[in-house]
């Protein structure tokens, strides 16, 4: 497709089970993000590639989450052992290159994770 | 702490009227700050963007003032459109990668 493109569109799952979430960005895109976004509040950014590396991984709220990115491509962003506060939805963003001001950042409809 | 702020949760305006949406930053190191546009289930698109070098940039009937000694920015959006309701996002770059982003600002527009 032209955007890129976030599957589930929607997860609920139980407090300790892990979960994938995907994302497609736009083909030739070497930046991609994700984000989290809770009830009310901004987004939160989690990490960021540069081709299939993550220079930042800072943003990750705990060790139980982590991501990779595959041929310049497809990225999966995991949640081990979730908890209700990871309750949000998570927004994956593509951009041509990571320099932000001189590139604008696509972002798709988001994740939905409902943690019970 | 919250870098970037909107402290208007919504916003109702008539069609046709102007809105102004605002935006208040605490980092003087801010330099290039966006605002994005959110309609339900779907992801943020990009509206437009100011450097801190200029104080205006305008885009069709969208307008964005920077006041660098207030540490504030508006978006005007004139005149107002009724697919102009979505929620709008305030966003400040920080470092080449990483956008600071406000809660959103969510735009009513009365028909």
């Known amino acids: 497709g032209a955007g890129v493109s976030q599957s589930p569109s929607n997860k609920v799952t139980e407090k300790g089970k892990d979960v994938e979430l995907r994302c497609d960005p736009i083909s030739g895109h070497t930046a991609l993000y994700w984000y989290r976004q809770r009830l009310g509040q901004g987004l939160e950014f989690l990490i960021y590639f540069q081709g299939n590396s993550a220079p930042d991984k800072s943003g990750l709220p705990s060790d139980r989450f982590s991501a990779e990115r595959t041929g310049e491509s497809v990225s999966t962003l995991t949640i081990q052992r979730t908890q209700q506060e990871d309750s949000a939805v998570y927004l994956c963003?593509?951009?041509?290159?990571?320099?932000?001001?001189?590139?604008?950042?696509?972002f798709g409809a988001g994740t939905r994770l409902s943690v019970l | 702490d919250q870098q970037v702020k909107q402290n208007s949760p919504s916003l109702s305006v008539q069609e046709g009227r102007i809105s102004i949406l605002n935006c208040d930053y605490t980092n003087s190191m801010f330099d290039y700050f966006l605002w994005y546009k959110k309609y339900p289930a779907e992801g943020p698109t990009f509206l437009i963007s100011i450097s801190s070098i200029k104080d205006k940039n305008e885009d069709g009937r969208f307008t964005v003032f920077l006041n660098k000694s207030a540490k504030h920015l508006s978006l005007h959006i004139v005149p107002s459109q009724p697919g102009d309701s979505a929620v709008y996002f305030c966003?400040?770059?920080?470092?080449?990668?990483?956008?600071?982003w406000g809660a959103g600002t969510k735009l009513i527009i009365k028909p």
């Open positions: 963003a593509s951009s041509l290159n990571f320099i932000l001001a001189k590139n604008i950042q696509y």
């Open positions: 966003a400040a770059i920080l470092s080449n990668y990483q956008l600071i």
